[in-house]
């Protein structure tokens, strides 16, 4: 009897565990309604032309057409414009991690004068809006020469206030007894950051980077103001001027907007664990 309690116990909580709450419930809808433009936008981009075009367009696509993909991608500079996006957003992202990283962890435990003040004017700049500030920008890289190249897409977000606020509180709930026992070792500053901090610190760098991607992604103000050329276009900017030239080939906007969003997705996907990870840590904090 007694040993068949445990397993009775066992039972009862994985079939609690199969049971969906009623909070499960609840969501349930709103994901699906989050779901169905999705669904929706990939069933167009397979559809044709003329079902686009009848009146109410179908909602499920009667078969699979691949004409707007392949016309999007050779009629277009679809290719060169994501390209760009992926050297863009790549660049952002990788500066962002190592320069936020460090400042957050300078803001944590170094001990300066103006420290505090300094951390509070760094999260006070995110209460102006980038509108104020888009025509001294532009005229700055105008005198550098870096109007109409990649380089002026990057270089105004190679650190941002949340990323740098997101480390600073972190660290601040990094126990500091793994960094003393590293320095008793003989471990440098630096080192300490390298080879303690950063290692335990992955889940608010993939959170950052997540964050960070998504937003250069899908920028579209600042692209459309420094670039000039249409080949150096991000994909954002890019599909909207095509939106403008092609406005009834539904089946080309339907598909260069999947494409956008995949890959979107797919980064949210392999960093979705750490994270919710990192949010909870900022919660618990």
């Given at each position: 009897m007694t040993g068949g309690r445990p397993a009775a116990?066992?039972?009862a909580g994985r079939r609690s565990r199969r049971l969906p709450s009623p909070r499960h419930l609840a969501l349930l809808p709103l994901s699906l309604l989050m779901v169905v433009p999705f669904v929706y936008m990939l069933g167009a981009s397979v559809m044709t032309?003329?079902?686009?075009?009848?009146?109410?367009p179908p909602i499920l696509p009667p078969g699979v057409d691949l004409t707007g993909y392949r016309e999007l991608l050779s009629d277009s500079e679809f290719p060169r414009w994501f390209l760009n996006s992926v050297i863009v957003a790549g660049a952002i992202v990788v500066s962002q991690v190592i320069l936020c990283s460090m400042a957050g962890y300078a803001f944590a435990r170094l001990r300066f004068v103006g420290r505090r003040v300094a951390l509070v004017l760094v999260i006070a700049t995110t209460l102006i809006p980038f509108q104020l500030t888009v025509i001294p920008t532009f005229?700055?890289?105008?005198?550098?020469h870096m109007i109409n190249t990649l380089g002026a897409l990057i270089a105004p977000q190679l650190a941002s206030a949340l990323g740098v606020y997101l480390m600073t509180s972190f660290f601040q709930n990094f126990p500091p007894?793994?960094?003393?026992?590293?320095?008793?070792?003989?471990?440098?500053?630096?080192?300490?950051?390298f080879r303690?901090?950063?290692?335990?610190?992955?889940?608010?760098?993939?959170?950052?980077?997540?964050i960070t991607f998504i937003y250069a992604w899908n920028d579209l103000f600042w692209?459309?103001?420094a670039i000039t050329s249409k080949e150096n276009l991000t994909v954002q900017a890019g599909l909207t001027t095509f939106q403008g030239q092609h406005r009834a080939d539904w089946p080309q906007i339907m598909a260069g907007t999947v494409l956008t969003t995949v890959p979107v997705l797919i980064v949210f996907l392999i960093g979705q664990r750490r994270f919710v990870q990192a949010l909870a840590g900022a919660v618990k904090g």
């Open positions: 116990a066992q039972a032309r003329a079902q686009l075009n009848r009146f109410p005229l700055i890289f105008h005198k550098l007894e793994l960094e003393e026992a590293a320095r008793m070792d003989g471990c440098s500053r630096w080192g300490v950051f303690v901090v950063l290692p335990v610190a992955r889940p608010a760098l993939a959170a950052l980077a997540v692209p459309m103001v």
